[in-house]
């Protein structure tokens, strides 16, 4: 039987089981006893291998959003990109000169780069020449996506953009599926968003955002980001899933570091810093009856020299 997943993976969900059970007490009489605990259920996640007919809806689906997007007045990549060029291209002479120049200049490196150690006889001397190569590459593949990134950014807001995003969404929604049972067979998985077309499984995607659901919604951008990996086909094995959802864990895990360490950044010690204890209001009046009488003195010392000052006139 050919299979039916494309990937599976398992994620632990935190739940917190309750206990209710009747015990007697020291007096004999029976009472009831609730117990809690957290434990942690593993969860089935599944990506669904698409049938023919899912390919179909899908091609229509996208022309649908790429209709929708033009009427709504978004321009499309290619009419951005005649646009531009009747006005010349997306960039001018010069850039596109130094374009070019950085281009050159990354092969001539990665040549010089790859013939270091065949030309150079001193190994020490060879690596250390392959490591100022390799400094030189970085810098100049940063200028070039510095270039790059400028041109994609023009086509973003384009309606070719928000259909093929909404495409991705869509496949994530009717391939992900999930079963909290041992060991599951595949009829025993359901799908995540529910059942219906796009918008009532886009109703199930928000809520677990707007919820801030702590297993569903990092699920579900997994799902999305694996799906999107799957969609571009830069995932064509098992073992490519399971590489990108380490890269997607990692990514994951480093947000979550980041977000706790602004958020110690915005309140230090806000938690442990010792609150002031209020003083007795007995206390507060003595003090204050305290600091008037020595206000008192004051002005009559100063009332006091006045006068002494006046008698020596």
Known sequence: MKE????????????TKTEVKKVKDSDGKEVTETSSETIKKPVTIAIAKPRRRLYEDSELFHGVRLSEGIKAGLLTRHLIAKRYDNDGGLFSESERDEYASLIILKNKKIKDYQMSAATDPDKEKAEENKAKLLDELIVIEEQIQNFESERSSLFEKTADVRAENQLIMWWTFMLSYYSDKQDPKDEDFIPVFGEGDFDKRLESYDEFYDEEDDF???????????????????IKSQEGF?????????NFDKDLEESSETAAEENPEQE??????????????TKEEEAAEEEEAAEEEEIA??????KEE
């Not at 569903?216 to 830069?234: C, D, Q, R, V, Y």
């Not at 399971?242 to 990692?250: C, I, P, Q, Y």
């Not at 442990?272 to 009046?285: L, N, T």
């Open 272 to 285: 442990d810093a010792p609150k002031e204890e209020e003083a007795p209001e007995e206390e507060k009046i």
């Open 216 to 234: 569903w919604l990092p699920i579900s951008k997994k799902l999305a980001f694996l799906t999107s990996f799957w969609h571009n086909g830069n």
């Open 4 to 15: 039916k997943w494309l990937y599976k993976f398992v994620a632990n969900k935190t739940e």
């Open 305 to 310: 020299k006045e006068e002494a000052s006046e």
């Open 242 to 250: 399971s590489e990108a959802e380490g890269l997607f864990d990692k």
